[in-house]
């Protein structure tokens, strides 16, 4: 009788009120989430769950605390592939429920009715097998492996299949949780966590400071922990665990820079963990839980100003809150701009100045790729009907950083600095749309004296970059080039000083001397005495390899296999498979290898790469 059962909960939900109007109505749609926080919003979860591996599965009650704006008698979830077994209020009592009819990657509505007293709705759930926040790794596919290993990765719009939730990155809860996983794994999550394993595997977490759903986070596995100072330390499998500790060990210095510009840390602790080879990113700003990609561990930490840049996030996220993905670029502007600023302050000017300099570099190629392919690469895009895990890019970023630093130029550095640390130490972390957010500050930031309309808003929603950017030069690799000339006119590179270079500056030689034709044969020589097929830098490595598919130097096809079998990083595994696949001579390549590894990629890397391909 289930037409009935409705015909009563819809004549019910005509004479349920509200109980209190506590939150302020004023919150921007967001085109990928279901849920109506202008009416209800979940501002407090209680989620109590336990990790089956053998089924991959989360099977989990989650108790979400409820705050009215607005006579409401519905709560609305976002959901994804969730099996819902029954949904309960406050103490116990039943209430009506319906998941929508899922709609491609946005997933399914759940409806709950309330009661006009009702404070808390109780969700019991499964997550199902294709479960798109997750990834279940098998022991064979970790580092050490001994055991398999579970970690989510919740942006853009991915926690909902694994808690169901207002999956908008403006709405933001504070959480505890009690987790059961198999003993012998530990499980760590974006709260507090416990550094030693529990033998019963039974864990328990807390973050009371409110967070985005997609940066609710949760990891399992054989997973071991090592200090660095009392409110730092490193969470990774045992056999990378001493190595990571030495790679990453300048986060609490890189902590203290930052204190000295933008105040004191806002998270009481934060700790790294490093993820198995299929993390598709190369570091998630998971709240007191950094993520970080094994392949940031390149043995002499050439890659860890991407630790800066999650960092970063955690002053940069008290400014402002992003009211949709369309919005997303508010979210990196300061970010970029923190982390470019305790870079210099860790490394000093004239290496923060060859990071730009690398920045724009990579900025332009991405936008002449861009062209040629008629993809758009404005900060604020308009994404209804769009996934936004694939539309949000490497230039996104890089233009973040060089709006930034064109404002920089025009405010001063100080002036900018007392800017953005007032707004971290007022903590109002308001909702913005790229609209109000411009419009807020008009007579600051985007007054017509720093910037003139026409430039500012070439910035926000064209593809090129405005007419008066300015490309800063960079010192060093102004002798960079100098090289990179003499040696594309044939000069042996033995003869040229080269000594003392940093990774950074062989990639912006690499860059440089991709003009017109290179004979394999030099690309070998280069190879022989530089070792890049070799390098522990995986940003390199990945350059070099784009060179040498451009240049038809094959001989290096099966280190390149090597690396698509064992990267998952999403932004390298597409600028390899890119240039495989533009060369005609290795499409097959290209085709044979993403079906031979894809599995082991993570979702969101496999979905862009089948992208790429025309799968
Ligand atoms: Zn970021």
Known sequence: MKWLKWLIFILAWGFVGCNGLNQDKNIPGDPHS??????????????????????????????????????????????????????RLDDNQSTFWKLDVPQAFLGSALRIALKPSTQMVHIY???????????????????????????????????????????????????????????GLKAVMSASNQAQMQPSGRYSFSNKKPIPSYLFALAVGDIHFKAFDERTGVFAEKSKLEQAWQEFANLPPMIRAAERLYGRMPWERLDLLVLPPSFPFGGMENPMLMYVAPSLIAGDRSLTNLVAHELAHAWSDQILRHASWEDFWLNEFFTNYIERRIIEEMEGPAYAEMMLALNNLELERNLAQAKTNHQPTILAPKLLGKDPDLVLSAATYQK??????????????????????????????????????????QNS???????????????????????????????RFASVEAVASIWQQGEDIRNLPTGGWSVYE????????????????????????????????????????????????????????????NTGRRKILIAIYKALWNNPITKDEALLWFNNYQQRYHPVARSSIAQLLGK
């Open 34 to 87: 279901f849920s109506q926080p202008n009416k209800v919003l979940a501002t407090h979860l209680h989620w109590e769950g336990s990790v089956d591996f053998e089924r991959k599965q989360i099977q989990a009650k989650a108790s979400w605390l409820l705050s009215y704006a607005a006579a409401a008698d519905t709560v609305v979830f976002d959901t994804y592939g969730l099996t819902i077994d029954s949904v």
């Open 125 to 183: 759930y499964r997550t199902g097998s294709q479960a798109r926040g997750l990834q279940w790794l098998e022991a064979q596919q970790t580092a050490d492996k001994q055991h398999p290993f579970l970690f989510s990765q919740g942006q853009a719009i991915l926690t909902r299949s694994w808690l169901p939730c207002q999956d908008s990155p403006a709405l933001r809860f504070s959480f505890d949780a009690e987790l059961s996983v198999p003993p």
């Open 400 to 441: 973040c950083t060089a709006f930034m630093m064109q404002l920089e130029s025009k405010l001063g550095k100080k002036e900018l600095d007392q800017w953005i640390k007032k707004q971290i130490a007022e903590g109002k972390n308001q909702i913005h749309t790229t609209n109000t957010f411009v419009d807020q500050h």
């Open 445 to 475: 930031l985007f007054a017509t004296n720093v910037f003139e309309s026409d430039i500012r808003d070439a910035w926000l929603y064209q593809n090129e970059l405005p007419r008066n950017y300015e490309r800063k030069p960079s010192a």
């Open 506 to 565: 062989w990639i912006y030689f690499l860059r440089a001397v991709n003009h017109g034709q290179i004979d394999p044969q030099r690309l070998h020589a280069l190879d022989a005495l530089i070792g890049f097929s070799q390098s522990g830098n995986v940003e390199l490595k990945s350059v070099w390899f784009q060179l040498c598919l451009q240049h038809h130097y094959l001989e290096v096809l099966p280190e390149i296999e090597n690396m698509v079998a």
